[in-house]
């Protein structure tokens, strides 16, 4: 079994990390009340981006390839 690096299993070190990775599954400026919810402009950033690298044949119509839909229903916004 390999040990750990001196302080790396410490209370104040773990919560450190967790805070790090939260950064990155939680963005500055995320409002937890979106979960679920595409948002237009980073779906158009997506599929040009695909559309460039030949993953899609054709541009995407932002307006026709997603739908909120669910979204809007299961939390009545």
């Known amino acids: 079994m390999a040990e750990s690096e001196?302080?790396?299993s410490t209370r104040e070190h773990?919560?450190?990390m967790m805070e790090e990775v939260a950064k990155l599954i939680v963005p500055e400026g995320f409002n937890a009340d979106d979960i679920g919810k595409?948002?237009?402009e980073m779906f158009q950033?997506?599929?040009d981006i695909a559309y460039k690298f030949g993953v899609i044949k054709e541009k995407a119509n932002v307006d026709?390839?997603?739908t909120n839909e669910i979204f809007e229903m299961a939390t009545s916004k």
């Open 14 to 16: 773990q919560l450190t």
């Open 6 to 8: 001196e302080g790396s």
């Open 45 to 47: 950033q997506t599929a």
């Open 64 to 66: 026709e390839a997603y």
């Open 38 to 40: 595409t948002n237009k």
